[in-house]
């Protein structure tokens, strides 16, 4: 047996001494991350399971690929080495980088390796092995796997495990011939093309490509690989426990090494997961001294009373009539799912604007600038910043307050809106919107947050209001607006009428194409085919031009009685250059965390439109199906690597997964996925792990891009070829006493005041320009036509906000 083999042929109680040895030594590990969205979860397995210190570094780090004797003295601080998964092909050396390396290393380099997925595959290629495509890419699939009980394998069970790739390692194995053999020991020999490489474990469930190989290992050296994914929520205990087999393995070969020393772990200095720049301290400094102009309390006034009769929307009516500026953020419980589920929508949040506006921080992306807007539209601030999120950071934390009512989430602090643009800069994906013809970059912000001091909360649970203030001496605020509520409070039974709705007159509409889109679709199962996405989010835009000025209050109001939905929002903001307004219904909540550092995320992939003959029984056997089910799968182990990144290991865990969830248009696929920030601070003290952080490592909305993210976005940006704007990015609110809550911009029109169109073709005459955005996920399994369905679908759901009641 040599030394790296397993234990398959030691003795039950050898095992167990051997096993018990491994559990007591606890490895340094590096991860090899070629940009995939699940690395994030990789290394949370192996932190829980091997109790393992790990390290990451991008396989195109530019400080070891171009100095091999610089990832060779990275190479002796760690124990092990895991080549992690990724988009691409082995083949191609960008996709793969320092992987190429590792399985040429100098005998006095040698150290044990991992490789998963694209790591499998590239450690196949080195040795023989031919990297082909498959006939049908196994993207979000859960089958079956057939494994020989050996190497890390050993004392294993059949188990269940999910894939996520379109290429397979052919060794030249007679079951990979298409020659139909009897199943035998030869099942698990070396191949003459490929008499180093052993075949631990095949797919042979699969009637589509024929037998797929899931596992080798390499005869002579220390290396194993595996193409499905032990770190996904969907493989079962027994397909992860390869994490810990594979240690054991690794540390007895390590043991087995004469003469190695390996150097001290703590001289090493490598790039960790924080997404927040630690060197941003002259940003943190300015977003600290605008506190100066512009204070705010400590401490919340408020005052609270009886919902009554009152509704939301003739609160905002009372509040905010003819205010040039109003945001308002309206929650709407679902009567079909748990009221207690903060997840349904829970309270709704208005922002209380003075009659002459709201001040407002704008982020400009293509200038790197931020600006600092006084109520009356002047411009107080304004500075380069290469990080917005340490400066919101810095603006928040400076006024931390508290003293504010335990059943309200927001208390006082920003609330507006991100967009699709400026998520990708966290990523670092150059968006097409910053040469496109239709942006004017400098006249519009990518993410704009009023500055509110002033609020009123409704509980829906609990049917109480909050009215609420951070200001210096503002408790007549409060009393003339609980007067002023109260007034209007009729008994209990009775209703406030609903105003008349009349339908604006609409001079033309632009939609997206059928066959333009559907032959986008195939170009998005092209690239997901040769390895490049495992799924893609595609959307397109419609535009609306009304002949007249219309009020956007009754239009939104229309909206929710079409479409309601848990996360509304009705926002007028921005007089720099342009100023805005966004209707939205949304369905889905995008992120969520509480002052106490709770945080959840709520993805929904799968949508099928309610008819008379569509009942919820029906709706589930459809959303139960491989590819609805796929898509939702490869969203939420999409986030959980971004929360996983920011909360660590350990502290992620899954609330609901892939539940059917019933609206008034459309049945959903809801997953819940939840964590806990680790470090959790009293009032006005610095974090490391804050909910903005979490914000900006999450972004843009997984459900909005596919994975892996990056490279993803990067074809969409190639695919759509224009800016998606608001639509695809985030509404919500920063707390100042440290929480927040955010929606995904779907079901939603907006409309800039500096963008008008033609009233009809050719003619001078112009009229407001509303944006409509729809997409969905695009697989391997999709169908143009029914992705084109889904499409339209979700794009009626918002214009019949323009159609006659």
Same mark, same amino acid.
């Given at each position: 047996?040599?030394?790296?083999?397993?234990?398959?042929?030691?003795?039950?109680?050898?095992?167990?001494?051997?096993?018990?040895?491994?559990?007591?030594?606890?490895?340094?590990?590096?991860?090899?991350?070629?940009?995939?969205?699940?690395?994030?979860?990789?290394?949370?397995?192996?932190?829980? @399971?091997?109790?393992?210190?790990?390290?990451?570094?991008?396989?195109?780090?530019?400080?070891?690929?171009? #100095?091999?004797?610089?990832?060779?003295?990275?190479?002796?601080?760690?124990?092990?080495?895991?080549?992690?998964?990724?988009?691409?092909?082995?083949?191609?050396?960008?996709?793969?980088?320092?992987?190429?390396?590792?399985?040429?290393?100098?005998?006095?380099?040698?150290?044990?390796?991992?490789?998963?997925?694209?790591?499998?595959?590239?450690?196949?290629?080195?040795?023989?092995?031919? +990297?082909?495509?498959?006939?049908?890419?196994?993207?979000?699939?859960?089958?079956?796997?057939?494994?020989?009980?050996?190497?890390?394998?050993?004392?294993? $069970?059949?188990?269940?495990?999910?894939? =996520?790739?379109?290429?397979?390692?052919?060794?030249?194995?007679?079951?990979?011939?298409?020659?139909?053999?009897?199943?035998?020991?030869?099942?698990?020999?070396?191949?003459?093309?490929?008499?180093?490489?052993?075949?631990?474990?095949?797919?042979?469930?699969?009637?589509?490509?024929?037998?797929?190989?899931?596992?080798?290992?390499?005869?002579?050296?220390?290396?194993?690989?595996?193409?499905?994914?032990?770190?996904?929520?969907?493989?079962?205990?027994?397909?992860?426990?390869?994490?810990? #087999?594979?240690?054991?393995?690794?540390?007895?070969?390590?043991?087995?090494?004469?003469?190695?020393?390996?150097?001290?772990?703590?001289?090493?200095?490598?790039?960790?997961?924080?997404?927040?720049?630690?060197?941003?301290?002259?940003?943190?400094?300015?977003? +600290?001294?605008?506190?100066?102009?512009?204070?705010?309390? *400590?401490?919340?006034?408020?005052?609270?009373? $009886?919902?009554?009769?009152? #509704?939301?929307?003739?609160?905002?009516?009372?509040?905010?009539?003819?205010?040039?500026?109003?945001?308002?953020? *309206?929650?709407?419980?679902?009567?079909?799912?748990?009221?207690?589920?903060?997840?349904?929508?829970?309270?709704?949040?208005?922002?209380?604007?003075?009659?002459?506006?709201?001040?407002? &921080?704008?982020?400009?992306? %293509?200038?790197?600038?931020? %600006?600092?807007?006084?109520?009356?539209?002047?411009?107080?601030?304004?500075?380069?910043?290469?990080?917005?999120?340490?400066?919101?950071?810095?603006?928040?934390?400076?006024?931390?307050?508290?003293?504010?009512?335990?059943?309200?989430?927001?208390?006082?602090?920003?609330?507006?809106?991100?967009?699709?643009?400026?998520?990708?800069?966290?990523?670092?994906?150059?968006?097409?919107?910053?040469?496109?013809?239709?942006?004017?970059?400098?006249?519009?912000?990518?993410?704009?947050?009023?500055?509110?001091?002033?609020?009123? &909360?409704?509980?829906?649970?609990?049917?109480?209001?909050?009215?609420?203030?951070?200001?210096?001496?503002?408790?007549?605020?409060?009393?003339?607006? &609980?007067?002023?509520?109260?007034?209007?409070?009729?008994?209990?039974?009775?209703?406030?009428?609903?105003?008349?709705?009349?339908?604006?007159?609409?001079?033309?509409?632009?939609?997206?194409?059928?066959?333009?889109?559907?032959?986008? +679709?195939?170009?998005?199962?092209?690239? &997901?085919?040769?390895?490049?996405? =495992?799924?893609?989010?595609?959307?397109?835009?419609?535009?609306?031009?009304? @002949?007249?000025?219309?009020?956007?209050?009754?239009?939104?109001?229309?909206?929710?009685?079409?479409?309601?939905?848990?996360?509304?929002?009705?926002?007028?903001?921005?007089?720099?250059?342009?100023?805005?307004?966004?209707?939205?219904?949304?369905?889905?909540?995008?992120?969520?965390?509480?002052?106490?550092?709770?945080?959840?995320?709520?993805?929904?992939?799968?949508?099928?439109?309610?008819?008379?003959?569509?009942?919820?029984?029906?709706?589930?056997?459809?959303?139960?199906?491989?590819?609805?089910?796929?898509? #939702?799968?490869?969203?939420?182990?999409?986030?959980?690597?971004?929360?996983?990144?920011?909360?660590?290991?350990?502290?992620?865990?899954?609330?609901?997964?892939? @539940?059917?969830?019933?609206?008034?248009?459309?049945?959903?696929?809801?997953?819940?996925?939840?964590?806990?920030?680790?470090?959790?601070?009293?009032?006005?003290?610095?974090?490391?792990?804050?909910?903005?952080?979490?914000?900006?490592?999450?972004?843009?909305?997984?459900?909005?891009?596919?994975?892996?993210?990056?490279?993803?976005?990067?074809?969409?940006?190639?695919?759509?070829?224009?800016?998606?704007?608001?639509?695809?990015?985030?509404?919500?609110?920063?707390?100042?006493?440290?929480?927040?809550?955010?929606?995904? +911009?779907?079901?939603?029109?907006? %409309?800039?005041?500096?963008?008008?169109?033609?009233?009809?073709?050719?003619?001078?005459?112009?009229?407001?320009?509303?944006?409509?955005?729809?997409?969905?996920?695009?697989?391997?399994?999709?169908?143009?036509?029914?992705?084109?369905?889904?499409?339209?679908?979700?794009?009626?759901?918002?214009?019949?906000?323009?159609?006659?009641?």
């Amino acid at each position: 047996m040599k030394p790296h083999d397993g234990i398959t042929s030691s003795t039950s109680s050898a095992r167990h001494v051997f096993h018990d040895r491994c559990a007591k030594r606890n490895p340094r590990v590096l991860y090899l991350d070629a940009y995939d969205s699940f690395s994030n979860n990789i290394i949370a397995l192996l932190t829980t @399971s091997l109790q393992a210190t790990v390290e990451s570094v991008h396989i195109d780090d530019l400080r070891y690929l171009q #100095n091999q004797g610089a990832f060779y003295s990275l190479l002796e601080k760690f124990d092990a080495v895991v080549a992690g998964p990724g988009p691409g092909n082995p083949a191609k050396k960008s996709d793969v980088g320092l992987v190429e390396q590792l399985w040429n290393l100098p005998d006095d380099q040698l150290l044990p390796i991992l490789g998963i997925c694209l790591g499998f595959q590239s450690l196949g290629l080195a040795y023989g092995a031919q +990297v082909e495509r498959l006939k049908e890419p196994r993207h979000g699939l859960v089958m079956n796997v057939t494994h020989n009980q050996r190497s890390i394998f050993n004392k294993l $069970d059949r188990f269940t495990a999910t894939q =996520y790739h379109s290429l397979f390692v052919n060794i030249g194995h007679f079951l990979q011939s298409g020659r139909h053999r009897s199943l035998s020991d030869n099942l698990w020999n070396p191949t003459s093309k490929c008499p180093l490489l052993q075949p631990l474990a095949w797919d042979l469930e699969d009637t589509e490509n024929g037998p797929v190989l899931m596992a080798i290992r390499h005869m002579e050296k220390p290396f194993w690989g595996v193409q499905y994914h032990p770190e996904s929520i969907c493989t079962d205990e027994e397909g992860a426990k390869v994490i810990k #087999n594979w240690w054991c393995l690794a540390d007895e070969w390590l043991q087995s090494r004469k003469g190695v020393v390996l150097r001290d772990y703590k001289t090493l200095k490598v790039h960790g997961l924080s997404v927040l720049s630690p060197t941003k301290s002259s940003i943190l400094s300015e977003a +600290v001294n605008l506190h100066s102009c512009h204070p705010t309390l *400590k401490k919340v006034l408020w005052q609270s009373m $009886d919902l009554g009769a009152l #509704n939301v929307p003739r609160m905002f009516e009372l509040l905010q009539a003819g205010r040039k500026q109003a945001i308002l953020l *309206k929650s709407t419980t679902n009567p079909r799912v748990d009221a207690s589920d903060p997840g349904t929508g829970s309270h709704s949040i208005l922002g209380v604007t003075d009659p002459n506006g709201v001040a407002q &921080i704008c982020y400009f992306q %293509k200038e790197s600038t931020v %600006k600092f807007l006084s109520a009356n539209g002047q411009v107080t601030y304004s500075s380069k910043c290469d990080d917005i999120w340490s400066f919101l950071q810095g603006f928040t934390q400076r006024r931390r307050v508290t003293g504010g009512p335990e059943n309200s989430p927001f208390w006082g602090g920003l609330m507006g809106f991100v967009t699709y643009e400026a998520g990708l800069e966290t990523i670092s994906v150059k968006s097409c919107a910053m040469e496109h013809p239709s942006r004017r970059i400098t006249r519009r912000p990518d993410i704009c947050f009023a500055l509110v001091t002033r609020s009123v &909360i409704v509980d829906h649970l609990r049917s109480t209001v909050f009215v609420q203030s951070i200001r210096k001496d503002d408790q007549a605020f409060i009393s003339e607006t &609980i007067n002023a509520l109260c007034t209007d409070v009729k008994p209990q039974g009775s209703s406030i009428p609903d105003p008349v709705y009349s339908p604006p007159p609409i001079s033309s509409t632009t939609s997206p194409v059928r066959d333009t889109y559907c032959n986008q +679709v195939r170009q998005c199962q092209s690239s &997901i085919r040769a390895g490049d996405s =495992y799924e893609l989010c595609l959307t397109d835009q419609s535009t609306v031009v009304l @002949s007249a000025p219309t009020d956007s209050w009754s239009l939104y109001l229309h909206l929710q009685k079409v479409n309601p939905a848990p996360f509304s929002a009705y926002i007028r903001l921005g007089r720099l250059g342009s100023g805005v307004t966004i209707l939205s219904s949304s369905p889905e909540r995008f992120l969520r965390w509480t002052r106490d550092g709770d945080a959840q995320f709520r993805p929904i992939k799968g949508t099928v439109k309610k008819s008379k003959d569509m009942t919820l029984e029906k709706a589930t056997e459809i959303l139960n199906s491989s590819k609805e089910k796929a898509e #939702n799968l490869m969203i939420v182990d999409l986030i959980r690597h971004d929360l996983h990144g920011i909360v660590g290991a350990g502290n992620t865990w899954m609330k609901q997964l892939m @539940s059917v969830e019933e609206y008034k248009t459309v049945y959903q696929l809801v997953s819940v996925i939840e964590g806990r920030l680790r470090n959790r601070i009293p009032a006005g003290e610095a974090e490391d792990k804050s909910g903005i952080e979490l914000l900006a490592a999450s972004l843009p909305p997984g459900s909005m891009t596919g994975a892996p993210k990056k490279r993803s976005c990067e074809l969409l940006a190639d695919i759509e070829g224009k800016p998606r704007g608001i639509y695809s990015g985030v509404i919500g609110y920063l707390d100042f006493g440290g929480g927040g809550d955010f929606a995904v +911009v779907i079901r939603t029109a907006y %409309k800039w005041d500096d963008e008008t169109g033609p009233v009809h073709e050719g003619s001078e005459e112009v009229g407001e320009r509303w944006h409509v955005g729809a997409g969905g996920a695009i697989t391997a399994q999709s169908t143009p036509e029914g992705e084109w369905a889904e499409m339209w679908t979700k794009r009626e759901s918002t214009m019949r906000m323009f159609e006659t009641a």
